[in-house]
Structures are given as structure tokens and as C-alpha cells.
């Protein structure tokens, strides 16, 4: 299946700190996408290089084979969608508004809520299950709900890419299930593909068609879930030892650190 992007030579420096080295990495259309390692190995950075945000990022990302550089901020828009961990908690819309908000990549600035809008605006409401929500003010959601209203605006934007950045943290195990669901759910049955941060590797086990290893700035290492457990990566990655337990059903081992064990 053809890339639907393409990284080349990435490398970020802030300050006297190399923050990317150098990565090279290709994402299928319709992939799931993990990209793990331990805090501060440069995911987040990452991310952000593939999306456009990062200042100061050399080298070169393609979007379906277009140099994203050559975009606008509104064309990159129409291509890729963000989740963020935080940053809405005082945002004085309601779900319903803050989506509608999403769909600016779709009209001038002077051109109002048409019925397109309101469609894409419903759907994503209905596939992040926040219908009952959508007339509550994003301030006085929990965590959980809210980031399920973020999602919600992320789909309403209409684009083929979501990126990810720790959408399971700060989450109770029934938010992080539920935000799991939706999220497999609309890259398997709409094709979107997904590019997901996380420091979680149960997570990453549990959805990623393929993951990326990310160590110091590097790419450590990447293939699929099957081979990261048959290797010695996640040692290597987290500089600590792993134990792995599966159960009946269980497709793959869950692993823990052996340090947390009781």
C-alpha cells in the first residue's frame, strides 16, 4: 500500500540540544501508527515535525507524495487532525460549537456553518459517542469526557490523517478503553490513518499495526507488534527489564516492568 507520509532526514535542534537525528520513516494509508519510547526520547517532537508545528525542523515530510513545506496552514489542515493531551479545559464552547470550529479548513473566514458542515459536525459526534454532550460547555466535562469532545472535533474536520499525542493520559482505565474503541473503530471501518505518541506499550501491543521505537532521538528501531516482543527492543528502549503475561484470547503478551512486579 502506497505512503501516505514520508519522512526524510528529520532532525530538530533547540538550543545546545539535538532533539531529532536524523529519522527516516514512511506511514501506510489506513495504518495504525505507535511511536513509543521513554520521556524525553523526542516522540512528542516527533510528531510535531510530521505535522508541520515544530520551528526549526530540517529536512522534508510528504503528504501523499506533496512536500508538506508547500502548505498552508488551512491546506495541511484538510489533511491532518490533532488530539493533544490538554489545552481545553477553559475553552468557553460548547461540544457541539467547538466542533463546528473544526471545520475551518473547509470555508473562508467569512463564509458561515453550511449543511456539509453540520453532516461532518454530527457524524463525528455520533462515531466519538458525545451526542448527549454536545450542548455542554467543554469546562464543565471530566477529563474523560472532554477528551472524547476533543476527538469529536478532530473527526468533524474531515481529514484522512488523526495524530495523537498521549490521548490515553490523565484518563481513568474506563476512558482509556472507551477513547481506545473509538479510535479503532474509525481507522478500521473509515480508513483514517493513525499516528499515536505514547509511553504506554500495552497500548501500543493492543492497536498499532506497526510501531516506531523512538530513543534519544533516533529511531531505535520499527516493525510490528509481533516482532517488538520477540525482541530484546523494549529492554534496549526503556533501559530496564520486562516480564510478559498472556492470558486465554489473548492474541499478545502483556508486558510489565519487573520492578513493578508484587
Same mark, same amino acid.
Given at each position: ?132 454532550? =454536545?450542548? !455542554?460547555?467543554?469546562?464543565? @466535562?471530566?477529563? *474523560?469526557? #472532554?477528551?472524547?469532545? &476533543?476527538?469529536?472535533?478532530? %473527526?468533524? /474536520? ?54 516506531? =521505537?523512538? !530513543?534519544?532521538?533516533?529511531? @531505535?528501531?520499527? *516493525?510490528? #507488534?509481533?516482532?517488538? &516482543?520477540?525482541?530484546?527492543? %523494549?529492554? /534496549? ?26
Amino acid at each position: 500500500m502506497a505512503a501516505i507520509i514520508e519522512a526524510k532526514n528529520l532532525s530538530l535542534k533547540i538550543g545546545d540540544r539535538q532533539i531529532l537525528r536524523s529519522l527516516d520513516l514512511s506511514v501506510e494509508k489506513g495504518a495504525f501508527v505507535c511511536i513509543i519510547g521513554p520521556n524525553g526520547a523526542g516522540k512528542s517532537s516527533l510528531l510535531a515535525c510530521l505535522g508541520g508545528l515544530a520551528k526549526g525542523c530540517c529536512g522534508e515530510v510528504l503528504l501523499e507524495g506533496k512536500p508538506l513545506a508547500s502548505m498552508s496552514s488551512r491546506e495541511a489542515a484538510r489533511h491532518i487532525a490533532w488530539l493533544h493531551q490538554s489545552g481545553s479545559d477553559t475553552l468557553p464552547f460548547t461540544v457541539r460549537q467547538f466542533a463546528e470550529l473544526s471545520r475551518y479548513p473547509w470555508h473562508s473566514s467569512f463564509s458561515g456553518i453550511v449543511k456539509e458542515d453540520e453532516d461532518a459536525v454530527e457524524r463525528a459526534l455520533v462515531s466519538a459517542n458525545v451526542v448527549s454532550l =454536545a450542548d !455542554r460547555r467543554l469546562d464543565t @466535562l471530566s477529563g *474523560g469526557e #472532554r477528551q472524547r469532545a &476533543l476527538l469529536a472535533a478532530a %473527526l468533524a /474536520q474531515g481529514t484522512d490523517i488523526l495524530f495523537l499525542d498521549e490521548p490515553a493520559s490523565f484518563l481513568d482505565y474506563k476512558y482509556q478503553e472507551e477513547m481506545l474503541a473509538v479510535v479503532e473503530k474509525i481507522n478500521k471501518e473509515q480508513g483514517i490513518t493513525v499516528v499515536c505518541v505514547t509511553h504506554d506499550v500495552n497500548f501500543a501491543l493492543r492497536c498499532a499495526g506497526k510501531i516506531f =521505537a523512538v !530513543r534519544e532521538g533516533s529511531l @531505535l528501531w520499527n *516493525g510490528n #507488534r509481533e516482532e517488538l &516482543l520477540e525482541q530484546n527492543i %523494549l529492554e /534496549q528502549l526503556f533501559e530496564t527489564r520486562f516480564s510478559f503475561f498472556k492470558t486465554d484470547g489473548n492474541k499478545l503478551a502483556c508486558v510489565v516492568p519487573k520492578g513493578l512486579l508484587i
